[in-house]
């Protein structure tokens, strides 16, 4: 693993999008896997500057988000794919054909986890692989379990992740209960993965993802087996790092 620490989260998110950026440059055809939530949202917003700046060209980039709520449609503002729209894709050239993210009013789970799949397939997997990480180590939504989902898949969201993400809406009660998110073979085939962490909460997940013993229990942890990985910490996620 490659850990990088920097000051704050205004360094993290531009290096992130520089590491993309480069990602696109390089190879203009990528498949770009995209996390939501907090965390990356500096990096977007670095990224339209990039764009702006005529430094980044998205027309022939495939994405695939992570993951999205069940029962969300997509232009519920608290779905994933409304925060996608309004957090980058919309102020960017990518074309919409190009963007996967799981339907979470598909009329059957298994169907959607199937096509999901399928598609990432037709893609030629992820080039780049860009993940959060949960206060409980989790990544996309793929919780603490007894053993590691390997495909995309249906998850029943814990308690801690409920509340962790009640803040983006009006009480805990309104977050959805379940969601559909990416397994972990699916990122763990990505041929690179960039984490960002930042903020105190989640210096215990980084501190186990880097240093605990590889077990479902802390899903991140899988990571220490990929050999590709960056870390991207602002000071206070790598604060327990020694
Ligand atoms: C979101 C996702 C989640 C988040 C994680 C951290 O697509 O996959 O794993 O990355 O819950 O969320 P924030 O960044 O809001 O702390």
């Known amino acids: 693993m490659k850990?990088?620490?920097?000051?704050?989260s205004n360094e993290l998110s531009k290096r992130a999008a520089q590491i993309l950026a480069n990602q696109i440059m390089v190879k203009p055809n990528s498949s770009i896997g995209l996390a939501t939530g907090d965390t990356p949202l500096g990096m977007y917003k670095e990224l339209i500057?990039?764009?702006?700046?005529?430094?980044?060209?998205?027309?022939?980039?495939?994405?695939?988000?992570?993951?999205?709520?069940?029962?969300?449609?997509?232009?519920?503002?608290?779905?994933?794919?409304?925060?996608?729209?309004?957090n980058l894709f919309k102020y960017v050239n990518i074309d919409y054909e190009n963007v996967n993210i799981p339907?979470?009013?598909c009329e059957s789970?298994?169907?959607?986890?199937?096509?999901?799949?399928?598609?990432?397939?037709?893609?030629?997997?992820?080039?780049?692989?860009?993940?959060?990480?949960?206060?409980?180590g989790h990544v996309g939504f793929n919780?603490?379990?007894a053993n590691f989902e390997a495909k995309t898949h249906i998850i029943h969201l814990?308690?801690?992740?409920?509340?962790?993400n009640s803040r983006f809406f009006t009480s805990p009660n309104e977050v959805p209960k379940k969601a559909i998110?990416?397994?972990?073979?699916?990122?763990?085939?990505?041929?690179?993965?960039?984490?960002?962490?930042?903020?105190?909460?989640?210096?215990t997940a980084i501190f186990q993802t880097v240093n605990g013993k590889i077990t479902p229990q802390v899903p991140a942890s899988i990571l220490q087996l990929h050999p590709n990985v960056t870390l991207i910490l602002d000071l206070e996620a790598a604060s327990l790092l020694k």
């Open 109 to 136: 789970i298994e169907d959607e986890c199937n096509r999901y799949e399928k598609e990432i397939e037709k893609a030629g997997g992820i080039d780049l692989q860009i993940l959060g990480i949960g206060r409980n």
């Open 143 to 145: 919780e603490p379990d």
């Open 3 to 8: 850990i990088i620490i920097l000051k704050d």
């Open 49 to 86: 500057k990039l764009y702006l700046n005529n430094c980044i060209d998205f027309s022939r980039t495939t994405t695939f988000n992570l993951d999205e709520y069940y029962g969300l449609k997509p232009d519920d503002p608290k779905s994933y794919y409304y925060y996608m729209y309004n």
């Open 103 to 105: 339907n979470g009013i």
């Open 158 to 164: 814990k308690e801690d992740t409920i509340l962790a």
């Open 181 to 203: 998110s990416m397994g972990i073979k699916s990122i763990m085939r990505s041929r690179k993965i960039l984490l960002l962490a930042k903020g105190i909460e989640k210096a």
